[in-house]
Nanobody
Framework: QVQLVESGGGLVQPGGSLRLSCTAS????????MGWFRQSAGKERELVAT???????NYADFVKGRFTLSGGNAKNTIFLEVKYVNPEDAGVYYC???????????WGQGTQVTVSS
């Protein structure tokens, strides 16, 4: 069983920046892929950025260079940095772990990001 611990959410002013982290434990981390998703009010959960099993990075189209995914599958920890935060970035950010050996997904509890001045 994989456990995911997220941190770094909170209140951010428009134009500011934030850094989220997610650490995985409890499993063999080979053949895995970790990434970030978010769910804004009234919307479905959507991909933000994710590592592939091979270690490449896929970003959502809306990222537009403001989001940076770092860390890595083998490090069991990933980070998401967001610059020039705007109100549309508000929501609950979820870390997801994909175990490709067993075809299983695991989700973190989510970390709330609020954008307000």
């Amino acid at each position: 069983q994989v456990q995911l611990v997220e941190s770094g959410g909170g209140l951010v002013q428009p134009g500011g920046s934030l850094r989220l982290s997610c650490t995985a434990s409890g499993n063999d981390f080979s053949s895995s892929a970790m990434g970030w998703f978010r769910q804004s009010a009234g919307k479905e959960r959507e991909l933000v950025a994710t590592f592939t099993v091979r270690g490449d990075i896929n970003y959502a189209d809306f990222v537009k260079g403001r989001f940076t995914l770092s860390g890595g599958n083998a490090k069991n920890t990933i980070f998401l940095e967001v610059k020039y935060v705007n109100p549309e970035d508000a929501g609950v950010y979820y870390c997801r772990y994909y175990d490709s050996r067993h075809g299983r997904f695991y989700w973190g509890q989510g970390t709330q990001v609020t954008v307000s001045s």
